[in-house]
């Protein structure tokens, strides 16, 4: 005789979880979340940038800071999905992915930026400061949103305000 173990099926899990948090167990998966909140704080940002590279540079800073800040929001969107596609493979493929992909990111900054570098247009200071201080920036920027616990892995959840209603008591 062979006994059976019990191993609960994923709907069982996902029904756990729910009894346990209170969470309807379908989150969104939290780098591709947080991702997603970087690439919409640069838009928001971008246009700041831009007109204030335009204005000290002309054209040219216009353009570089273009190249710079898609270079910055498709930096994040494609380590979030690197992460995303390893995680649901292992955990030793997640740490080589997490690697190759900086290492792949990378090489793609470099090879972006080696073909137009001696263009008369281009202008290193507008693409630099860009490139450097809205990856820091946004970083930085969405610290103050990420949650960083078990029971919300993404982003903080948004606390709905209630209104009070005053008592002339």
Known sequence: ?????????RKEKVA???EQDG???NHQA?????????FRRGLIISPFLLVLASVIWGLSGLACGAIA???VLANFIAGAWIIDWAVKISPQLLMSAVLGGFV???GVITGTILPIRNQAWFEIMPFALILIFLHLGLLIWETRYVSATLKYPGLKPR???QNR???LD
Do not use: F, H, Q, W
């Open 1 to 9: 005789n062979l006994m059976k173990i019990y191993c609960p099926t």
């Open 16 to 18: 756990m979880a729910i």
């Open 23 to 25: 969470s309807d167990g």
């Open 30 to 38: 939290p780098e591709r979340e947080v991702a997603a909140d970087i």
């Open 69 to 71: 800040l898609g270079i």
């Open 104 to 106: 792949l990111r990378m």
């Open 159 to 161: 606390v709905k305000r």
């Open 165 to 167: 209603k005053k008592s």
